[in-house]
């Protein structure tokens, strides 16, 4: 992959995060500032992590990969949160997840190919 041409996660990502901040403004006042602005930092965290693993060596690309998931899965149980609260509509909830579910399929398979290529180069990868 070549680092001047964003991968589609991050693409994914930057269009979700651009939907969240619209989003996350509309929680109350009194759960803004925990839970809407870390769906917010989880987001750019994940933009952050993507570039790290488009710049990171072969053997260094599978942990920030697998840290993206979890930022993912974290993203995932906050929405639901704020839906079980009724701070958006069922289908924003339905929006949203399927956007999550769409960039860990993208990592998922970004993480599998990094894994083959380590294993037929011979180098072990980090495992959780």
């Known amino acids: 992959m070549k680092p001047d041409i ?3 996660l991050h693409t994914a990502l930057s269009e979700l995060l651009a939907w969240s901040f619209h ?3 509309d929680i109350p006042k009194s759960h803004r500032f925990t839970v809407g602005q870390r769906i917010d930092n989880l987001t750019l965290d994940a933009l952050l992590l993507v570039t790290k693993a488009r710049w990171a060596p072969p053997h260094g690309k599978a942990a920030h990969l697998e840290d993206i998931n979890i930022h993912l899965d974290l993203l995932r149980v ?3 949160i704020v839906h079980d609260q009724r701070w958006i509509s ?8 399927g956007r999550l579910e ?3 399929r993208m990592t998922g398979g970004w993480l599998r190919q990094t894994r083959s290529r380590a294993d037929s180069s011979g180098t072990a990868h ?3």
């Open 23 to 25: 989003r996350t403004a």
């Open 90 to 97: 069922q289908q924003q909830l339905l929006h949203v997840s």
């Open 78 to 80: 906050l929405w639901r």
């Open 102 to 104: 769409e960039a860990g």
């Open 126 to 128: 980090r495992t959780r």
């Open 6 to 8: 964003p991968p589609p």
